[in-house]
T-cell receptor
C-alpha cells in the first residue's frame, strides 16, 4: 500500500508564474489536507477536502490559491501569480473516512525566484 | 492565535537518557492529540496519539502523557537513541473536526 504521493518534490517558479502541486492520497483514504511550512515554522493548515468537495478552507489565502480533489485523479493545490513569499514546503496528508491520524507525503518544496 | 504551543525550539539529550518534549494548548475543544516526527526534507511521520479520555498512552520507547486540567501534554522517549534526532511536532484536533492544528516544533538532538 503506497503512502501519500506528492509531486513534484521540488518546483522552481519565477514570480508571476503558476504553480501546481499534486497529491495522491493513500488507498482507501477519502480525506485530503494541505499544509504549508515556512522556514523555521510549524505546519499551517490550509485546506481540507473530500472527493469533489472543499470542506474547510479557513487556512487558504483569499487570493491566488485554490485547491481541488476531483472524482478521478489527484488533489491539486494551485497557486497563481506566485510571489517570493509563497516559497515554502507544501505538505499533503490523507486520512480514512473514520477519524484518526493523518499520514503525510514527503512534500513539495516550492522556490519562487 | 497559536492554539498549540511548543515553547522549547530545541532540546539536547545524552544518548540513553530520557527525552521529554512538552506541548501546551489553549482550545478546550481539542480532544485528540498526536505527535509527529520530522526529518529534514521529509514529511512528518506519525509517532503516537492520545484521546482526551486517557491520560497516558505507551508504545515501545514512546509514552505520551495528557494533563487536561493544565492543557498540557508531553512526549517521553526512553532510552533516547541517535536516530531520534529530528524535529517533533505536537498536533491537536477538536471534537467533530478533521483538521490538525500543529505546534511550532522542537528540534531534538541526541548526543552520543
Amino acid at each position: 500500500n503506497a503512502g501519500v504521493m506528492q509531486n513534484p518534490r521540488h518546483l522552481v517558479r519565477r514570480r508571476g508564474q503558476e504553480a501546481r502541486l499534486r497529491c495522491s492520497p493513500m488507498k482507501g483514504h477519502s480525506h485530503v489536507y494541505w499544509y504549508r511550512q515556512l522556514p523555521e515554522e510549524g505546519l499551517k493548515f490550509m485546506v481540507y477536502l473530500q472527493k469533489e468537495n472543499i470542506i474547510d478552507e479557513s487556512g487558504m489565502p483569499k487570493e491566488r490559491f485554490s485547491a481541488e480533489f476531483p472524482k478521478e485523479g489527484p488533489s491539486i493545490l494551485r497557486i497563481q501569480q506566485v510571489v517570493r513569499g509563497d516559497s515554502a514546503a507544501y505538505f499533503c496528508a490523507s486520512s480514512p473516512p473514520s477519524t484518526g491520524e493523518a499520514f503525510f507525503g514527503q512534500g513539495t518544496r516550492l522556490t519562487v525566484v | 492565535d497559536q492554539q498549540v504551543k511548543q515553547n522549547s525550539p530545541s532540546l539536547s539529550v545524552q544518548e540513553g537518557r530520557i527525552s521529554i518534549l512538552n506541548c501546551d494548548y489553549t482550545n478546550s475543544m481539542f480532544d485528540y492529540f498526536l505527535w509527529y516526527k520530522k526529518y529534514p526534507a521529509e514529511g512528518p511521520t506519525f509517532l503516537i496519539s492520545i484521546s482526551s479520555i486517557k491520560d497516558k498512552n505507551e508504545d515501545g520507547r514512546f509514552t505520551v502523557f495528557l494533563n487536561k486540567s493544565a492543557k498540557h501534554l508531553s512526549l517521553h522517549i526512553v532510552p533516547s537513541q541517535p536516530g531520534d534526532s529530528a524535529v517533533y511536532f505536537c498536533a491537536a484536533r477538536a471534537w467533530g473536526a478533521q483538521k490538525l492544528v500543529f505546534g511550532q516544533g522542537t528540534r531534538l538532538t541526541i548526543n552520543p
